[in-house]
């Protein structure tokens, strides 16, 4: 069993490590070298066009890249700190449930491909969508091809569970065989104009539902019918085997 997140472009590279944590390098650190040179190679206008940035954020990213993989690394679970991140209080995690997480959870990145929690990275901001040609490919997702979902097929043992955004899941789940069972639980809240999904608590609780599976060793889509937190609780009519839905009467803002 595999678990899914999409990365962050906010991070932190600051905030001291709560326990010791061996070096570990990414797992395809050769072709995210590749993209990291040609972006490196890019313009100030090129990058501004690109990423759809001010020009001081152009700056921030140039100096990223130039001093790529040379200072600043850090485990992935404990730098990446936005919204989904928010939820899976990595700084508060014990040791024997980041070392499950080591195991099971994947996070997806443009530049890296996937990062593994105890991976070290480096600042950088490039997102799956951005649209790069890399090495004759018009596209990072036709760049990372199908290399990913192996990745994570070998891994699975047959089930994945999909708490990434689509900009970032696609590049897995779209060249997955049917051999591999994606589970991807939703959030529903009670609105002022009826039951819906807001997009931002779905994606504020998929870090937290990571954290709740980690904690507890969750590996079948049963056990996420136990989870209850922030309100939202299973709800039996509005799931189905591979789309767990969770319901809770009133919207009100997470804070963690």
Known sequence: MLILL?????????????????EQQPLFIDK???IAQMLRDMSEDEIA?????????VGKVRHMYATWQSKGKKPALYTYVGDVFKGMKANEMPKASADWAEE????????YGIVRPFDRISPYRLEMKANVEVNGMKNLYDFWGSELARYVETHADGIVFNLSSDEYANVVTR????????????FYDERPNGVGRAPIYNKM???VVARWMIDRRAER??????FSMHGYTYD?????????AFYRDKMTPLIF
């Open 221 to 226: 889509p049963e056990d996420l019918k136990d």
């Open 32 to 34: 995210s070298t590749i």
């Open 104 to 111: 099971h959870l994947l996070i997806m990145s443009g530049l």
């Open 236 to 244: 039996p009519s509005r799931s189905t085997p591979d789309m767990p």
């Open 175 to 186: 060249n997955l065989s049917n051999n591999i069972r994606v589970i991807f639980p939703v």
């Open 205 to 207: 609780m998929r870090g």
């Open 49 to 57: 066009t690109l990423m759809k940035i001010s020009p001081v954020l």
């Open 6 to 22: 999409a990365p962050s472009k906010t991070m932190d590279f600051n905030t001291p490590l709560p326990y010791a944590i061996p």
